[in-house]
């Protein structure tokens, strides 16, 4: 087993006292993070609500005394301004390497899966950010989603040094893209009034054929290179692969196997430079019934 650095050292840890908060206190008191480890616990005072100042100073103390039984340094800070803003700000400052905020806050609408403010902080962290949702029970679980970008490549280096609790399953995801039939095609094929391009029958359900195959094979190469690749760092992981809508299948995945966690890089291979966060972690974030690690690469690595 080759000796790793663990992470994440400098974690940003949101409190508010929603019983998601609370979710994503009890799961860092589970992690085996050392003392070399500092976790900082942060309330966020909104200006018109300062009365609320006590209240928030006694969610920390909980919040602390609930950490105790973590060998990491814990420190706690009150903080005014506007919670996502200040979050992030914060994490910058501060260069934290993990940022781990609740789901929904107290004031989020029933049915809504992902609170604003716990989405603003995953679309602009500098940071990986973990969205942690209630109810936990435990870190067995874990799923990393292989796409084979470099955002997925650094969430698979993240993982490998993570603080991982000592029991957990570990499942590496890799899904195919979606083959379409020869009459999907056609009827999606562009048409107009000018110039009508012919459509490409002849031997089109061969091409189709070779070309899953490629993807195929290219997506078990994937899986097994970084299976190997972590068992360097002496993790064990089962390979799965699915064929289809990425983010459709990975949640599916994730419910029928109970993961209690799911890892993913922002991007994939196919997004806009410019966008801060892919569309399958974004959907991944707001639709997955459990928690949700997503790993930004540094912007110096962009």
């Known amino acids: 087993m ?22 994503a206190t009890k799961l860092l008191g589970d992690l085996p993070l050392s003392s ?35 060998q990491a340094r814990i420190q706690t800070e009150v903080i005014a301004g506007y919670p996502a803003e200040i979050i992030n700000q914060f994490a910058a400052e501060h260069q934290s390497d993990l940022t781990v905020v609740g789901a929904k806050g107290l004031r989020s609408t029933l049915g809504i899966l992902l609170g604003g403010v716990a989405q ?27 796409d084979g970008s470099e955002h997925g490549l650094a969430a698979a280096e993240y993982l490998a040094h993570f603080c991982l609790p000592e029991q957990y399953q570990l499942h590496l995801m890799h899904v195919l893209p979606p083959i379409y039939q020869v009459d999907f095609i056609t009827q999606a094929w562009p048409t107009g009034m000018d110039i009508t391009p012919p459509i490409p029958t002849e031997n089109f359900e061969a091409r189709l054929k070779e070309q899953a195959e490629a993807d195929q094979t290219r997506g078990e190469e994937l899986l097994k290179s970084t299976q190997h690749q972590l068992e360097k760092y002496g993790i064990e992981a089962t390979i799965a692969m699915e064929r289809g809508d990425a983010a459709t299948q990975i949640i599916n995945y994730a419910k029928e196997q109970d ?32 928690s949700v690690l997503i790993v930004k690469t540094p912007p110096e690595q962009e």
């Open 259 to 290: 993961i209690d966690l799911i890892v993913a890089g922002s991007r994939g291979l196919s997004q806009i430079q410019s966008w801060l966060l892919g569309s399958v972690s974004r959907k991944l974030v707001h639709y997955a019934g459990c």
């Open 2 to 23: 080759t000796q790793q650095t663990k992470y994440p050292k400098n974690i940003l840890l949101a409190v508010d006292g929603s019983g998601h908060a609370f979710a």
């Open 36 to 70: 070399e480890s500092l976790i900082t616990a942060i309330s966020v005072l909104i200006p018109r609500h300062a009365q609320f100042s006590t209240s928030l100073e006694s969610l920390l103390e909980q919040a602390q005394k609930q950490l105790a039984i973590s």
């Open 120 to 146: 603003q902080v995953v679309e602009y962290s500098c940071c990986p950010v973990m969205v942690v949702r209630a109810p936990y029970d435990g870190l067995r679980r874990i799923m990393l989603v292989v």
